[in-house]
């Protein structure tokens, strides 16, 4: 399950942040907050963090909803660092992608070295 939400994710964040030349991908603007528009992309992330917050272990939920919350100041420029929202969300990725990798590490080595 937390592999697919990872997938959906990583596709959001590629279609959202990530502009490819030759390639349009409407990104529909919901409305404007603090001088900054939110758009469809930053809210189904945003979305898609929570749902992925709630397949998480206790320990997990705790850093990634801290970070989702820097990422929502970051997203509405109440935090003033240019270029920290996609950061965040990169950090997000590869820690909830690191934290299956080794869980499914551990299993191996359960399975196949005891």
Do not use: C, D
């Not at 979305?47 to 509405?76: E, M």
């Not at 270029?83 to 551990?106: E, N, Q, S």
């Amino acid at each position: 399950m937390i592999e697919g939400i990872l997938a959906i994710l990583i596709l959001l964040y590629v279609l959202g942040f990530i502009k490819i030349p030759g390639v349009s991908i409407p990104n529909y603007h919901l409305f404007t907050y603090n001088g900054h528009t939110i758009t469809l992309f930053e809210i189904l992330i945003a979305g898609v963090i929570i749902w992925l917050i709630s397949n998480l272990p206790y320990w997990l939920k705790f850093v990634i909803g801290l970070l989702l919350i820097l990422w929502v100041l970051a997203t509405l420029k109440i935090i003033a660092i240019q270029g920290l929202a996609p950061v965040i969300l990169i950090v997000i990725i590869a820690g909830v992608f690191i934290h299956r990798t080794h869980h499914w590490y551990r299993a191996y080595r359960r399975r196949y070295y005891n």
